[in-house]
T-cell receptor, first 113, second 111 residues
């Protein structure tokens, strides 16, 4: 069964610090891997999209990496800000049935002042 | 542009009641989706549509129905509400293979 597992489930860090969120997946073959940010009470918003051949993609202070051999991705947040407090969701798009995206359960990140 | 809009924002239903969750997008996207999000779980696909008049089941379609008569609208119908349908429902739209844009969600409580 296609699965996406994220770790940690939750994370608390101080403002200004860096952090890395992990995503392991079993979806294969896949066309792309996405990271979304979901603020409390809002819908998810896309941060990055990486095709299976890309290793890294940045969006401001957010940098996503992808290792298709080990089926792992990470999202690194640099110099965290209070507004980074949110859930971060890893999503894998299979080649077969590309409309049926596979969502991870998310990592809840809290930035404390 | 408003993007993806959903109504209502919040609703309480009694067991056995029916309701329709509305979703509209103004980006001329072909693809539209309905998801539910339960606490601590990933989003689950209920139904999706690749264009007007075309719909297909997702991972958890039981208890729901959809229609797609126009490009802009993709309503989700609950016929006989059950407590297991208590959840937050998100509508999304995209171009083929493109980024999904999500609405703000509808929180549904079935008592």
């Amino acid at each position: 069964k296609n699965q996406v597992e994220q770790s940690p489930q939750s994370l608390i860090i101080l403002e200004g610090k860096n952090c890395t969120l992990q995503c392991n997946y079993t979806v294969s073959p896949f066309s792309n891997l996405r990271w979304y940010k979901q603020d409390t009470g809002r819908g998810p918003v896309s941060l990055t999209i990486m095709t299976f051949s890309e290793n890294t993609k940045s969006n401001g202070r957010y940098t996503a990496t992808l290792d298709a051999d080990t089926k792992q991705s990470s999202l690194h947040i640099t110099a965290s800000q209070l507004s980074d407090s949110a859930s971060y969701i890893c999503v894998v798009v299979p080649i077969q049935g590309a409309q049926k995206l596979v969502f991870g359960q998310g990592t809840r990140l809290t930035i404390n002042p | 542009n408003a993007g993806v809009t959903q109504t209502p924002k919040f609703r309480i239903l009694k067991i056995g009641q029916s309701m329709t969750l509305q979703c509209t997008q103004d980006m001329n996207h072909n693809y539209m989706y309905w998801y539910r999000q339960d606490p601590g779980m990933g989003l689950k696909l209920i139904y999706y549509s690749v264009g007007a008049g075309i719909t297909d089941k997702g991972e958890v379609p039981n208890g729901y129905n959809v229609s797609r008569s126009t490009t802009e609208d993709f309503p989700l119908r609950l016929e006989l509400a059950a407590p297991s349908q208590t959840s937050v429902y998100f509508c999304a739209s995209s171009l083929p293979g493109g980024t999904q844009y999500f609405g703000p969600g509808t929180r549904l409580l079935v008592l």
